[in-house]
């Protein structure tokens, strides 16, 4: 094809006709030109399709993160009932009945039992190694953003101060109470058996700590709920792009 022209171009300037010789480069600047442009068109339409798709890729792994952590938070809410329940026993017996016995030491262990902060993150650390941009819809980014750069933090900062207040408490447990040795692998179990009831009942920072901890049980599970209604609400815009593309 180069050589096509090449003798077209050689035909009309051995021939003198600079007229149409200039007209003809003209033509083949625009040919080229325009060629260029369909190719560049072409590229970026498969890029553009290599991007839907891995958007695409991305977004599944994203609600499959969902719908796990929905599970999970779950279960953590489930076992923070669990606590609460046996903190309202303690309190109840401490400060009305006053009465010990053995079963009531599951609950002086369980009381201590906090939730960690655990959920699927990879769809979210593809989409911010592949760029957010790659995810064209501005609504469903923001409410990826939003999940875990705002909620899933608020649990995990929670949850440390939670840790905190109860490791400035641990040395004064253990002065009130003795912890059984356990292997951890069912929680629900777990003892601690006072040294002496009537220390605890007359114990305020012990009284102090179960009413404390009580609250933030209950601000704990508030925080998963609403991480739970965020999912769900991630889960159907997932759905609603994919659906669309």
Do not use: C
Request: neutral net charge.
């Amino acid at each position: 094809m180069i050589k096509f022209f090449r003798k077209i171009r050689y035909n009309l300037m051995s021939e003198n006709k600079t007229g149409k010789y200039l007209k003809y480069a003209i033509g083949e600047i625009i040919l080229v030109m325009v060629g260029i442009l369909l190719a560049l068109q072409v590229n970026n339409w498969n890029e553009g399709r290599k991007d839907i798709k891995k958007a695409h890729e991305i977004l599944i792994d994203v609600k499959e993160n969902a719908e796990f952590n929905i599970i999970q938070f779950k279960k953590d809410i489930e076992e923070n009932k669990n606590v609460l329940n046996s903190i309202d026993i303690l309190l109840n017996n401490i400060t009305v009945t006053k009465i010990y016995n053995d079963s009531l030491d599951r609950h002086f262990r369980f009381a201590t039992w906090w939730s960690t902060s655990r959920w699927k993150s990879s769809g979210y650390e593809a989409l911010i190694f592949n760029g957010v941009d790659i995810i064209k819809s501005k609504k469903l980014r923001n409410a990826i953003i939003d999940l875990y750069e705002i909620s899933y933090p608020e649990i995990i900062e929670n949850t440390r101060l939670n840790e905190g207040n109860w490791s400035s408490i641990f040395p004064s447990f253990l002065e009130l109470m003795y912890r059984e040795p356990s292997d951890f692998n069912t929680v629900n179990q777990h003892k601690a058996k006072p040294f002496n009831y009537q220390e605890i009942i007359e114990s305020r920072l012990y009284k102090s700590f179960l009413s404390f901890s009580r609250s933030q049980r209950f601000i704990d599970i508030q925080m998963r709920e609403y991480a739970i209604e965020k999912n769900a609400e991630l889960i159907e815009l997932i759905d609603e792009e994919l659906n669309n593309n």
